[in-house]
């Protein structure tokens, strides 16, 4: 049978079940990746499993995200990771060394083989012909256990690049072009294939960047074949025996398929609020701007910088525009420092950070109130900059370096000739990567005040009154559900601290008013949880008593994330029940074991005295978590502790 890139990778793990669309099945997961925002809660539920070492083949933990250490938590958590990385197994990558998503693709990602990190990004890459998937952290500490990720046979969508990028047309065209067809939740239940004769043109950091952002359209994951430019890419890096070709069979069939002629793109943005809302620059026109942030795992490889360099050389940042650049990896600041480009940023006036997340997760740099900021990011949802009443605009680095300059939004092809980028050789330097030692049971593990045990769920109960606490509309973002940024983020090893955010940027009182209840239920919309793959978003929930929630339909990640925390995703049957439902309302749950078994559950709004059904897409294995209250419960059952 002709096969797709999906099938092969997916055939080449299956453990258990039928590669049908919908179907559940396992694979193996060779490498894994975390970052410190959420690997203090992955390590701490890995160490709760009781096994001496980790079982893939490789497993990385990055420290990228808390960065900024105002108190001592961030600085602890830091070294809980590295003294748990090395007596566990693990690589790691010290602050400074870069953003995860960056440093893996330069320096471990393989072509063929299953990646699975706790950060929404992960399928970056899926660049480098990786089938790599975002997961919940409690996902990611069972695969470092070696045991299998289960998920849903995803539908695959080619799309068929076709004809030559424009001058000034870059890589975050062609996603955000992507994400204006078909909007944040196109890609939800869908792997994306890239191919065509317009494939060949993009390097592999490019193609990172698309792959990176089939996040944002809510896509399993994103896959560009392994061929010659991936070879030379490994190659830079000194990594040529990873190299392994893998194209799609040309008589493969796919789901569904779309073509992109590259040539007829031009420069694009996401405007305020969301990664979807996608206007030509020329359209949106010169919008005065305040803020410029230049990196972020989408858009900070060394030749979006060194773009961004050509283009700033020898004139100075607009005197209203504060330009922020994060460059993505130590590598890419030593070969832009080796290459003379880190120079001219600084003369041009641009603020250097370090090499992390930074701006892209409100960690310092918010933008001044009522502001217009302009980030080569993926993400623009509101008040996750730090700053609720700023807006957010996405562009590719091109644009965002001539907009520096002039203060205003600008397609950059008003600069006339693109510039000529000079080859620089790769620098490789790994200093600041700990490999694990070959013998770690000896190492103690450091924990800090702020980190705290890890709260568990009640086993299921036969019948739940639960009170609605929040009815939200669609597209509800995890962002919202637990808000990041510098203030709550050092919170994340700590459930009670953190979980006094839970909805904060919609009603402050969510948190009071659900310990009040006791227990509750929170209504969504549709795409409910889209955006990052933090389970807080579910853990923190639980411990204030949510039981469910009731929701148009799911994100991916979030969906997942609920099932392992015990709280109960269930879908409107019919959609003009969201609209009767009200906050405050009494809802009662009969028999729920017996009733989530038949796939249907009738509730009864006590408040209002009427009855309904929700449904559910929970399979077996996701009913057996339910009942046991999350997985962690499940498998001390299995284990008979
Ligand atoms: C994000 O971009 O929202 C994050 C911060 O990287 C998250 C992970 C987290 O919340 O720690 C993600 O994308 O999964
Ligand atoms: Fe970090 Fe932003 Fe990428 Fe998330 S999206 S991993 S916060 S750079």
């Not at 603020?351 to 930074?358: H, N």
């Not at 709550?488 to 659900?514: C, G, H, K, T």
Request: aromatic share 4%; net charge neutral; with cysteine.
């Amino acid at each position: 049978m002709a096969d797709h890139l999906t099938a092969k990778i997916l055939k080449e793990h299956l453990l258990s079940g039928r590669l049908e669309p919908g179907e559940e099945i396992a694979i193996r997961i060779d490498q894994t990746l975390t970052q410190d925002a959420t690997g203090t809660m992955a390590y701490l539920q890995f160490e709760g499993m009781g096994v001496p070492r980790i079982r893939t083949e490789l497993s990385v933990s990055y420290i990228d995200h808390n960065t900024l250490q105002a108190g001592f938590e961030n600085a602890d958590d830091h070294r809980y990771l590295q003294t748990a990385a090395a007596r566990f197994g693990a690589y790691f990558s010290r602050p400074g060394n870069g953003i995860c998503h960056q440093v893996h693709l330069e320096r471990f990602g393989v072509p063929g083989k299953t990646l699975l990190g706790s950060d929404s990004h992960t399928p970056t890459g899926g660049g480098l012909g990786m089938l790599a998937i975002g997961a919940g952290g409690l996902d990611v500490a069972v695969a470092m256990a070696g045991g299998p990720f289960h998920l849903n046979v995803p539908k695959v969508l080619r799309v068929e690049l076709t004809g030559t990028l424009p001058p000034w047309v870059g890589a975050k065209d062609i996603i955000l072009e992507l994400l204006r067809r078909l909007t944040v939740r196109g890609g939800v239940g869908r792997i994306i294939e890239y191919g065509g004769p317009g494939t060949a043109q993009l390097t592999v950091p490019q193609r990172a960047t698309i792959a990176n952002m089939g996040a944002e359209l809510g896509a399993t994951g994103s896959l560009f074949p392994s061929d010659g430019e991936t070879r030379r890419f490994l190659a830079s890096q000194g990594r040529e025996q990873s190299f392994r070709e893998l194209l799609p069979d040309p008589d493969a069939s796919y789901d569904d398929k779309i073509i992109l002629d590259l040539g007829r793109l031009e420069p694009l943005a996401a405007c305020p609020h969301s990664p979807d809302a996608v206007k030509t620059i020329r359209e949106i026109g010169p919008l005065q701007v305040d803020q410029i942030a230049i990196g972020s795992c989408t858009n900070s490889s060394f030749q979006d910088l060194l773009l961004t360099a050509r283009i700033l050389e020898g004139r100075l940042v607009h005197p209203r525009v504060s330009l922020v650049i994060a460059p993505g990896s130590r590598q890419v600041l030593l070969m832009l420092a080796q290459c003379g480009a880190l120079g001219k940023l600084i003369a041009a006036g641009a603020r250097i950070l370090e090499p992390a997340c930074g701006p892209c997760i409100g960690m310092g740099q918010a933008p001044p109130s009522g502001a217009i900021s302009l980030r080569t990011f993926n993400r623009n949802f509101q008040g996750r900059c730090g700053t609720t009443d700023a807006s957010v605009y996405l562009t590719g680095p091109a644009a965002a370096a001539v907009s520096a300059l002039r203060g205003r939004l600008t397609d950059p092809r008003e600069e006339g000739a693109f510039p000529t980028l000079p080859p620089a050789a790769v620098i490789i330097d790994d200093g600041m990567i700990i490999p694990p030692p070959a013998e770690g049971g000896g190492i103690e593990i450091i924990r800090g005040p702020n980190i705290r045990p890890l709260p568990l769920n009640d086993s299921l109960p036969e019948q739940l009154s639960l009170k609605v606490l929040l009815k939200a509309g669609d597209h509800i973002t995890t962002d919202q559900i637990m808000p990041a940024g510098a203030k709550i983020l050092p919170l994340r090893s700590n459930i009670p601290a953190i979980s006094e955010y839970v909805f904060a940027p919609l009603d402050r009182s969510f948190a009071r008013r659900a310990r009040e209840a006791g227990t509750g239920l929170v209504v969504g919309g549709i795409n409910y949880g889209q955006g990052s793959s933090r389970e807080h978003a579910a853990l923190a929930p639980m411990y204030l008593g949510i039981k469910a929630v009731l929701a148009k339909s799911f994100a991916r990640i979030h969906h997942t994330n609920l099932v392992n925390f015990g709280i109960i995703p269930l879908l409107f049957e019919s959609p003009a029940d969201y609209e009767r439902l009200q906050r405050d309302d009494i809802l009662l749950l009969e028999k729920v074991p017996e009733q989530l078994e038949q796939g249907r559950v009738n509730l009864t709004n006590r408040t209002r005295g009427y009855r309904f059904a929700a449904v559910h897409r929970l399979s077996q294995r996701q009913l057996r978590i339910i009942r046991a209250g999350g997985l962690l419960n499940l498998m001390r059952a299995e284990k008979g502790q």
